[in-house]
């Protein structure tokens, strides 16, 4: 059996159990009002209960309450009586003494017979009186202080046991007792007898039963990274939670099996997933290994296809598999394995000719009778036993007709992950061209072009190259261009080359090639292409693919090149000229049906809103493209460039935990290469923003990408930013210098000013003169076209130019338009510590007060504390309190020691300087640093002189 363990991580934190904590604390509130209170904690083996439990009554007795545990015993129904209470009544004479029992020791040697001496035996007694002994021992027991009263497993407890249960919630009703019941859902089969004690339960008041549930991806992934130590990719949490199903037992045995790819059950789990298995007469084992080569979820009419067994025969051993709760019955009158690691375990266990007749029976049934399984899985299924069967010739054609049917609706990963079973078996098939009606190459180009949409973008770099070694280009024009394009965007999206050689070869073969819809199309690819190296080169491509398409008249040809032009143009384009081109290709796209392109150009419309400072509408724009994008299939890809979208427009409307989620639901794509980058970046500069413990991890992952031979100048320039914001935020100010010196050399910042201006802002902010003096030369080169670039530029002045409040007021003003809130608070700070410089402590309050209101709005932790730091050191109460008076700030008397402090003099000196003694120089110097919230006199030097305290 499986043991029912935590459902925790590490560091005593449960995961995805909050709410059934608090039911646990909720009732025990009710306890200590003098309510009796029972809870009933369900589900099945391995969820977790225990684990719940054993949080709780560490709580609980943290808090002053008494915990007491009794473990029902698996012997039975006719087992040994009352063996919980027997072991917590043990517990309770153990620490209390034999007084507890109130001189009764000799009735209670029912339960404890070594209470009686050796030699004599235990006393009769009625069970009645019984009862109300064990009631009377727990009522003075939670006289001082409620008990909780815990008993495990009682889908093992004997009628003795529920008798005295049933006493104690419906006659007893202690009022300082809650007790605590557990007990395994999957082990309650229609006849066992705590089913319908469970239902009297229910109608007793003050009876709550609390039903544990498996977790869900996210909490998968929470109990995992804390299990691995790391955050697991999210690859491996998607691998271990369709296998575990939310088990928490079972992901924690594949966390500790050191296989990274879990691809084998753990032994030990196998064992135990077993156990139940052997138990079952051998006619039910037969049906679970035939249903078990049919996959998790089978029908009856398919089973009894392939069973070759007796109608009554079949359902007398499938009752006792259900019954057995090794299989249950689905809404929809299927079956259903209840794990489906239980079901690959059966699996691996066939005999190899068990294993390949059973998977034949199963190919031969639903060729024969497709409606035996879901609708559109026929094809799948058929490809997968032909296969199992080790069939290669049915199995190739097979597969490649599963492979046609999942490209038709967009399940491009099953449809590469079919392509490759076919390029597998060509091998093995003598005549497999003739039998698919393909050659190797077309099999070849098609498996790539599948691996791209799957995102799957290593292999289909492997796949293209095979393609292109086979491939005559003179004779072959078109296909060359097609794959040469796939090729450079590969290999661009890998960030190990520009693949302008690719590009430029495909367009030299496009310009031979006749005038087609392809043709523009890959035009259309290869301006795009080469945008990221020469923007000249991409325009003059670009507009020769538009024009091309408008003489060809194609709508899809035309969006395609439209949305190109868009893009490659933006940096000489302002966004107000780009978008009506932009939202006449979507509005073409929308009437035309073309779901592709029209994601497609929700993304750069989007993207331009954002850049235009629109953020609500480049929001609402990015949230309509991602349906579409999941409806055809490019999750992985352009879906994650508009959830990106999506989540950095909320970033500035200050909707950070929308963001949040949109971004781990980016996350949860994977996407290949550098397309992880969008969310990646994002949501390390939103955890560095929170303080977030996580944000290191994704800083190091996304920084790592700028030591690829290759990287787009977006990416580039987000990325250098990013390094100097992760050791600002780490106080590494050598880091911090260090990466400054490197990102302000890199020449393309002047090239794009939406993401070449946050990097010149962050470098303005050091105090070193090189850096200072190039971020000034920079800042005089890059536009100011937009509000947010208006911004930024302010803030830089204001950062080069002396911080004077006017400057700082303007930053402010400028953010306010702009509407970015993190900045603005920013900027508001900058404009306090002016203000206070210059003597308005009143102005400097007031904006401490909105930055800090508008850093708790958003849960940006670091700028809190700042905020609170800046206004205890200006001599406020708190960044959301008014001024105080002259009294509360520094002295006449303390700034005159401040300043001899800040000029390095002991206190024997400042006491000889101003007439005064050494203890009474002492205090000042100790009140000072108080009331500056420093911990050291070279700290209050340095506060003094960056406040203006000293002027």
Known sequence: MLDDVSAYAGKGVLVGRE????????????TRSAEPSVVLVGGEAGVGKTRLVEEFCRAA??????????????????????????????EVVRADGAGVLDGRERDFARLLPELVPVGEGVPESRRGYLFELVAGLFGRVSSERPLVLVLEDLH?????TRDLIGFLVRSARLPQVLLVATYRTDELHRGHPLRPFLAELDRVRGVQRVELDRLDRDGTGQLLTALLGAEPEPALVDTVHERAQGNPFFIEQFAASGDPRCCDIPHSLRDLLLTRVDQLPEQAQRVLRVAAAGGTTFGHELLTAVAGMDEAELESALRIVVAAQLVVVGADGDYEFRHALVR?????????????????????????????VAMGRAPAEIAHHWYAAHDHPRALTAARLAADAAGRRYAYAEQSRLLERVLELWELVDDAADRLGAGHLDLLEESALAAIDAGDHQRALTLTRAA???????????????????????????????GAAEAREAYRLLLAAPRSAEQIRLMADVAYQLGGVDDTEAGDVARRAMAAAAELGDVATQVAATITYGKVCGGRLSADEALPSMRAAAARAREAGDLPGLAKSLVNISDSLFELGRYEESATTAAEGVPYADRVGVSRTTGVFLLANHAEALLALGRWDEADARLEEAARHDPPGTLALPWLRLRARLRLARG?????????????????????RENRLSLLELRILAARHAADPATELAAARAAITDPTITDRPRYGWPLVTAAAALDAPDVREKAAHLAADLPERYPADRAYAAQTRALLNGGTPDLWHAAVEAWRTDGQRHPLAAALLGYAASEAAAGDRTAAGQAIEEAAAIARALGAGPLSEEADTLARRLGLRSATHPVLSGTESLTDREREVLTLVAEGHSNARIAEQLYISPKTASVHVSRIIAKLSVTSRGEAAAVAHRLGLLD
Do not use: I, M
């Open 344 to 372: 690959e375990a059966v699996h691996d266990d066939l005999l190899p000719g068990e294993h390949a007749r059973l998977h034949a029976r199963y190919a031969r049934a639903v060729e024969a009778q497709p409606h035996l």
């Open 468 to 498: 292109l070694a086979d491939l005559d280009a003179a004779a072959e024009p078109l296909r060359a261009a097609r794959l040469l394009v796939r090729r450079a965007k590969l290999l661009f999206n890998a960030g190990t080359s520009d």
């Open 61 to 90: 007795a943290a808090d002053g309450a008494r915990v007491v545990t009794g473990q029902c015993l698996e012997l039975g129904e006719e087992g040994l009586p009352f063996a919980p209470f027997a072991a917590a009544l043990r």
């Open 692 to 712: 977030h413990d996580g944000a290191q991890p994704l800083v190091q992952r996304a920084v790592a990408f700028l030591g690829r031979p290759y990287l787009h």
């Open 156 to 160: 093992w407890a004997d009628r003795s």
């Open 19 to 30: 709410a059934d904590l608090a039911a646990l604390r909720d009732a025990l509130k009710r």
